[in-house]
């Protein structure tokens, strides 16, 4: 996301990072976007592992149900990437919505996104960006980032993560 970015006006959010910022309690980090899409299967996975997650008061999360059919070029890329059903459907979602911005921590769904031409960011990338938006300070960030590996789910390489708080700690 860029330096000096303006909020996508929808986000439309596969279950990971809705999962792993309610585990490191920081739903509201999507509180200033007018529209976070939550398509049916992503909204029935997240409530069966995190059932209070779709409740934060401040965020305005929007059950979807996919109304066009999949495109030829998401079908195949499910196909060969592997995704599942919720991945699927968030990017068959941001299909239908133009200039939106796709959350995902899965690699392969990020890799489907920019094939189609989607902005794809994950768990990670949000943190990041509340420093940018002033919703939370360098150290709260640094602190919720190496919180990561043991208060959530996400999986991310240690080392890959200790390069991005070694980045937030010089450059922010």
Sequence with gaps: MAENEIAPPIVVCDAGPLIHLDEVES?????DFPQVLVPLAVWEEVTKHRPNALTHSTVRFHKITPTKAVSTELDVLSRLLGLHRGEQEAL???????????????????????????????????????????????????????????????????????????EVEQSH
């Design 27 to 31: 739903m509201e980090l999507l509180a």
């Design 92 to 166: 068959q979602v941001a299909q239908a919505h133009p200039g939106c911005l796709v959350l995902t921590d899965d690699t392969a769904a990020r890799l489907a996104a920019r094939n189609l031409g989607l902005a794809a960011h994950g768990t990670i990338g949000v943190l990041l960006r509340a420093i940018r938006r002033n919703q939370k300070t360098k150290d709260e960030v640094v602190a919720l980032l190496r919180s990561l590996p043991t208060a959530s789910t996400l999986h991310v390489r240690a080392s890959l993560l200790e390069d991005i708080i070694r």
